[in-house]
């Protein structure tokens, strides 16, 4: 089976993380594990949701892509995306728009780009809210630049990612379970 790496992109809030779960759960994707200089939300624990590093450490990873979102540095190495690909050749990510872009144009089709949005970007606060993101956190990431960005399709990614509507569950499911269809095509065995 040829290499994939599926690479959720798209809004704060917008369900990447929900969908990386969903992969990891019903396909056995494991999910890259990135760095950031965030701390830790409630109940995130590290080496499992990101390497959370300091302003120093995150500088000594070599990294494939790097990005700042809302204050923070963020970045997926090489060593965590080997660490991933020795398990499955089917893995995920999940990266901001401009990580997903640096994906689609060094490793080409090797990444299947996926952006979730949402109709009404109104319940993203409702979400982030249930989740338990503190409002200090919540208005800083509303406020960023990034996620003025992320709202719609970047221009850079139009033509090259799949876009899934995460309103209703069920129907993203099914959006999902269609794009690894077409994505993965297993080779018949050899006699
Ligand atoms: N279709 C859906 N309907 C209702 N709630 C959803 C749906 N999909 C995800 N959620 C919920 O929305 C919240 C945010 O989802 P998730 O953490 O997956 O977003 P994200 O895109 O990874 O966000 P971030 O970039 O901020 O980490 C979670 O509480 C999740 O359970
Ligand atoms: N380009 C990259 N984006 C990344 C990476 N790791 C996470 N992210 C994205 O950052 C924002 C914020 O994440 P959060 O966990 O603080 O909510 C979100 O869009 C993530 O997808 C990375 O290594 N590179």
Redesign the pocket.
Known sequence: MDRKIFV?????GTG??TVANYLNEFYEMPQVI???T?PP?EGEIDQI??YFESPESFLKNH?L???A??N?Q???SYEGLERAWEKSPLIT????????K?YADKLGDEAVIIFLTVTKTDEILGRLSKRGDNLEEMRQ?LESQ?YQR?IQLPSSLQGIAHVVVNDDWQSTKMAIDNIVKQAVVVEPEEE
């Open positions: 959720l992109t798209g809004n704060t990447k993380t990135t760095h950031t965030r939300r949701d990101y990294y892509e790097s990005v979102y809302a923070f963020y970045g997926s990510i999940v990266l901001d728009t401009a990580g997903a640096t990431r990034e992320d």
